[in-house]
């Protein structure tokens, strides 16, 4: 079965940098719509970044532009986001969803979207 597998998740002051990974496994399909969402206690689910790795198209939710950049290594089968210039606001958890064989339509950013997703790693920055 599809297994999203999150790591990179951790504590860091404000201007920091980390990166999170997404291994993906269970699925063949290689053009699938590869996406983070985040979760901050009481808030809904938000998309962060997605990238369709049929193209290595990508896009980026409007609060991360310029800070967070989305990839893929597809030998891997494994997408990262590497957060820089972090900011107190970003503490949430942070999922792996994926969009099997599917692009990433304008709606990239909505989770009832998705069928397959992570567990979850934890961000933390602090100021």
């Known amino acids: 079965q599809v297994q999203l597998v999150e790591s990179g998740g951790g504590s860091v002051q404000a201007g920091g940098s980390l990166r999170l990974s997404c291994a993906a496994s269970g699925y063949t399909y290689s053009s699938n719509c590869m996406v983070w969402f985040r979760q901050a206690p009481g808030k809904e689910r938000e998309g962060v970044a997605a990238i369709y790795t049929g193209r290595g198209n990508t896009y980026y939710a409007d609060s991360v532009k310029g800070r967070f950049t989305i990839s893929q290594d597809n030998a891997k089968n494994t997408v990262y986001l590497q957060m820089n210039s972090l900011k107190p606001e970003d503490t949430a958890m942070y999922f792996c969803?994926?969009?099997?064989?599917?692009?990433?339509?304008?709606?990239?950013?909505?989770?009832?979207?998705?069928?397959?997703w992570g567990q979850g790693t934890q961000v933390t920055v602090s100021s």
């Open positions: 969803a994926a969009g099997i064989g599917a692009g990433c339509s304008l709606f990239w950013a909505r989770a009832d979207k998705y069928h397959y």
